[in-house]
């Protein structure tokens, strides 16, 4: 019963690869730029603030819901705009100053031949009125490698905006869908669960949790638990002992490699937990977190990273295994109910010393 709890408890970020980020985290909280006036400067102060807020709002949401690298739309961008891009695949860039971004908005202009976003975006402001975090999936007719395909994946991105206009984007999204795209071969990523465990653990009677404390001390105090896995940089053992999480916590990890899936359920679920635990020989977050607190109080963005050593059972082969995150995080009560993870499935195949194909940008 112990190691169900265990098993169950524990969180499932490590079954997926980590981003391979182009930049530093910053150790401090990001915090609000409310204006500093005198009392009666002050009501006009926070009237000026809400109306900036609203037209950076809505800059944002005509980029991302736009095909924005044409060249009608250049002038949303400022004069020293940077476009970060961690999860690119090999061959592309991380990083495009205003110049290079020229080039790849070009290049898009000429390859992509229809664009789509899907109508369920999510738009979060953040204390800070030029910072917002949003959350995308967009597919497109495209032709690359010099063929005909379809691209599609989720997007998770910061923007930030300065004077009126976009000044950087640091943007993650899955790399094998560049790959798969072109048609390109992408290995398998091998996960061998062993069911007979998960029959054992079945068998074992387990204890209804007691009813859960909803005062706001309690409340308050399960939240800052959650966030201190991020903020302390803890091990990846003392989590479960750490974190609440719901019962019907909806717990996503985006961009895995082929046989790994974004969610788990019944036996499976239990199955891919006893293969993590097995697996994670060591891992421990990177200390000092950057952790957002956005316009909703209850919903957090948080870039982290962490290192370790794996032996992801199904490869048969040990390695260091490292990456880069940003987590999505929705709270109820402090407990958490939807995780939402953004990596890298390229550091997972480097942890076994798999490459993957190299994307031929502008091409």
């Not at 391979?20 to 500093?36: D, W, Y």
């Not at 002050?42 to 044409?70: E, F, P």
């Not at 949303?76 to 110049?99: C, D, H």
């Not at 007691?210 to 091990?235: C, E, F, I, W």
């Amino acid at each position: 019963m112990r190691l169900l709890q265990k098993l169950m408890a524990r969180r499932q970020f490590l079954i997926s690869a980590g981003a391979a980020s182009s930049c530093a985290l910053i150790s401090k909280r990001v915090t609000g730029l409310e204006p500093k006036a005198s009392p009666t400067a002050g009501a006009a102060a926070t009237v000026d603030v809400g109306v900036a807020k609203k037209q950076n709002y809505d800059l944002v949401k005509r980029m991302i819901t736009s095909q924005y690298w044409r060249p009608e739309n250049l002038a949303m961008f400022s004069g020293n705009f940077g476009l970060e891009l961690p999860n690119a695949p090999p061959g592309m860039p991380q990083y495009f100053n205003r110049v290079d971004y020229l080039e790849y908005a070009d290049w898009m202009t000429q390859t992509v031949k229809s664009w789509q976003v899907n109508p369920g975006y999510e738009i979060y402001g953040t204390k800070d009125p030029n910072l917002f975090w949003v959350v995308r999936e967009c597919t497109g007719d495209v032709h690359w490698a010099g063929k005909d395909g379809k691209y599609q994946s989720r997007m998770v991105s910061r923007i930030t905006i300065e004077n009126g206009k976009i000044k950087h984007w640091r943007e993650l999204s899955d790399p094998l869908s560049y790959l798969r795209a072109i048609g390109a071969d992408v290995p398998t990523f091998h996960v061998k669960m062993d069911w007979d465990e998960v029959k054992k653990i079945k068998a074992q009677p387990v204890k209804a949790a007691p009813p859960m404390d909803k005062s706001t001390a309690a409340s308050a105090k399960r939240l800052a638990n959650n966030l201190a896995v991020y903020k302390q940089g803890m091990d990846y053992k003392q989590e479960a002992g750490v974190q609440t999480l719901t019962d019907n916590c909806e717990w996503r990890v985006w961009f895995l490699p082929p046989e790994m899936k974004a969610a788990y359920f019944g036996d499976e679920k239990i199955a891919i937990n006893i293969w993590t635990d097995r697996s994670v020989l060591s891992y421990k977050y990177i200390p000092g977190a950057v952790i957002y607190e956005t316009d909703d109080p209850t919903v957090y963005f948080t870039e982290t990273g962490g290192a370790g050593i794996s032996e992801w059972q199904g490869n048969n082969i040990r390695g260091r295994y490292r990456n880069r995150y940003v987590m999505f995080d929705k709270f109820e009560n402090g407990a958490m109910v939807r995780h939402h993870e953004y990596l890298n499935p390229i550091n997972k195949f480097n942890s076994i010393n798999v490459s993957i194909p190299t994307f031929p940008y502008y091409f």
